[in-house]
Nanobody, 125 residues
């Protein structure tokens, strides 16, 4: 059993920044999990944002829409993954979810086994 709790969402003007955090508890401390970030707007499918591997030499994936603006990182000692979001745009407005899966990172939401409750990010114009 793995529990994920997101935090750090809020309201920000276009061009601003936010850092999201996802704290993991449970068996992630003894298993090799990849972590991902997804986002969802009402009426739209959940969209991949970024992912990171468990390995010491991290494998990083980003959606084209956020590449160069967002940075995913992790602190294994704290079982926490972060999403630094810079140069935010109104189209980034969504509920952001963190997710976990065994071993390799993935861009596919259905491949993830555990999900947080989400944190709202709203970017005003």
């Amino acid at each position: 059993q793995v529990q994920l709790v997101e935090s750090g969402g809020g309201l920000v003007q276009a061009g601003g920044s936010l850092r999201l955090s996802c704290a993991a508890s449970g068996r992630t401390s003894s298993r090799n999990y990849a972590m991902g970030w997804f986002r969802q707007t009402p009426g739209k499918e959940r969209e991949f944002v970024a992912a990171i591997s468990w390995s010491r030499d991290s494998t990083l994936y980003y959606a084209d829409s956020v590449k160069g603006r967002f940075t995913i990182s992790r602190d294994n000692a704290k079982n926490t993954v972060y999403l630094q979001m810079n140069s935010l745009k109104p189209e980034d407005t969504a509920v952001y979810y963190c997710a976990a899966r065994l071993l390799a990172p993935s861009r596919v939401d259905a491949s993830y086994d555990y999900w947080g409750q989400g944190t709202q990010v709203t970017v005003s114009s």
